[in-house]
């Protein structure tokens, strides 16, 4: 497993990486009564040593937070994504629920996100097919990629496939695209010059200010994050991403994201998916 403790980056020294120990005391995600799956074995050709949950690099007090759904701040907004599966909307003046009966329905769905969506020619995200959804089905105006109303439904429905393993299709027409994916996650962009992977391959474990660095594996997405104060999509973090590194994001729901999105879904195979998730 590779270590550095700093980073050479466009000609300037970083030095805000030191080493440092998982912030992990060997403790598991348990949330009622079911075990959580935050480490997995990595296949021979896996570019890591072993998968790991960010769940695992987080203090014990946010540890905690995603252990019990009393005190896991992203119930809220699936509350509310109940309120919304339960309305009537567009032209239709259908409700979700009048589709698609409970959200139960959608056990299962999360692991294998984004798949091969023929119509739209390209993978779906969890997004892009709840706005196809709305725009067919109920006549009504899409959600914004960032919207409480997108954040929420896709807490909800990604929470009904929550214990179970991320399975990837990586076949097909898929492996084109997870293959792009790989090529965006180990270019180096931006002012500081940097990849995906000098952070969450390079360095994960690693101290950065005051943070552990994870390996950035998306299982637990949307996340509320206590930095943001609220939920955020798998889009706006590769975004965040590129804008600490100084260079120009792709924007939410680009075939460049959706790539790399099904990349790093790829890379988290065998962890469980922990939707919502919680971290700093």
């Known amino acids: ?79 509310y994504a109940e309120e919304i599966w339960e309305t009537p909307a567009g032209t239709s003046n259908k409700s979700c629920a009048d589709c698609h009966g409970d959200a139960d329905s959608f056990a299962g769905l999360r692991t294998k996100l ?62 084109d695209w997870i293959k792009k994916g790989e090529e965006l996650y180990y270019t180096r962009v931006g002012l500081l010059n940097m990849a995906c992977a000098n952070c969450h391959e390079d360095n994960y474990g690693n101290m950065i200010r005051a943070d ?19 939920l955020g999509s798998i889009h706006r973090r590769f975004k965040g991403c590129m804008d600490q590194v100084r260079a120009e994001p792709y924007k939410r729901g680009s075939d460049e994201f959706i790539a790399l999105e099904a990349y790093v879904a790829s890379r988290g195979m065998g962890l469980s998916v922990e939707t919502p998730s919680v971290r700093n």
Request: hydrophobic share 45%; net charge negative.
């Open 1 to 79: 497993m590779k270590r550095t403790v700093s980073i050479l980056a466009g000609g300037l020294l970083c030095g805000v990486l030191s080493t440092a120990a998982l912030a992990d005391d060997g403790r598991e995600l348990v949330i009622d009564g079911e075990t959580i799956a935050t480490t997995a074995v990595a296949a021979d050709d896996h570019p890591l040593d072993e998968i790991i949950s960010g769940w695992r690099f987080r203090s014990a007090e946010t540890q905690a937070l995603q252990m019990d759904d009393f005190e896991n701040p992203a119930f809220v907004a699936i509350e």
């Open 114 to 175: 984004p798949r091969w969506n023929d119509e739209m020619g390209k993978p779906a995200t969890m997004e892009m097919l709840i706005n196809a959804s709305i725009e067919t089905h109920q006549g009504a105006e899409p959600w914004k990629w960032e919207s409480a109303e997108m954040l929420a439904m896709t807490a909800m429905i990604g929470l009904q496939s929550r214990g179970m393993p991320v399975a990837l299709e990586t076949d097909g027409p898929m492996a």
């Open 212 to 230: 552990h660095l994870s390996q950035g594996q998306i299982n637990g997405f949307p996340v509320y994050r206590l930095k943001w104060g609220g």
